[in-house]
């Protein structure tokens, strides 16, 4: 009798001490986190999702409107500066001076949204607005000030107020389309000041009214040629 008792006292410490051990292995897996399991089963609340998982759940129209916006913003930044560098005409290197500002502010919100969804942007212009850039560099004096507002103030702004006004059947994420709301009429408005600028400097130049409406600079840059008398 007396043995078979000691028998169980062994079983039950044995039982015992296997247990407590494997208490405190999990204690320690929570302490440290190289136990996600552990963690679970102590309650410990699960990780954040990372940025890519937001991504992932983009579709691939939301992910291109926002580059197109970066790409945007990033060209009429990069020509205004030239502008200010080059323009020979105040009233353009102030509206250059605009362009920088505001563009700025619209690509830092671009970028902040792009951040939050896990979407990385672009960080230089694609080629078809570095080949602009470098015809403008290429230009200098009134034929500088004449291209730099048909070409950045009135083209570009033209081509980005059409995209953003097509994605908007396209976009599904809110916080994406509720972007291109806003800079929709940002950029609706350095359009109408590219044009209004253009028509008051041929009027200078000329004498003559102005047609902001008709732009007749090639894609070089360069003003027609007059006909010869």
Do not use: C, W
């Amino acid at each position: 009798m007396q043995k078979t008792l000691r028998i169980h006292r062994v079983l039950a410490l044995s039982i015992a001490g296997a247990m407590f051990a494997a208490g405190a292995a999990q204690a320690q897996a929570v302490t440290q986190g190289t136990a996600p399991a552990a963690a679970a089963a102590a309650g410990a609340p699960a990780a954040p999702a990372s940025s890519s998982g937001s991504a992932a759940k983009l579709d691939r129209s939301d992910r291109n409107a926002l580059i197109e916006m970066a790409q945007a913003n990033m060209a009429e930044i990069a020509t205004g500066k030239l502008a200010l560098s080059k323009a020979v005409n105040p009233e353009i290197k102030a509206y250059a001076q605009r362009m920088v500002d505001e563009h700025s502010k619209t690509l830092a919100e671009v970028q902040a949204l792009a951040q939050a969804k896990g979407v990385e942007l672009p960080k230089e212009l694609n080629v078809k607005y570095k080949a602009k850039g470098a015809m403008l560099e290429a230009l200098k004096g009134d034929i500088f000030d004449r291209t730099y507002m048909k070409q950045s103030g009135r083209r570009d702004h033209r081509v980005t107020h059409e995209q953003l006004r097509d994605n908007m059947n396209k976009i599904k994420d809110p916080d994406i389309k509720a972007l291109a709301m806003k800079m929709q009429p940002i950029v609706e408005q350095h359009l109408l000041a590219a044009d209004e600028l253009i028509a008051r400097t041929a009027r200078g130049a000329t004498g003559t009214a102005g047609t902001p409406g008709n732009d007749t600079s090639t894609i070089t840059g360069k003003e027609p040629i007059p006909n010869k008398k």
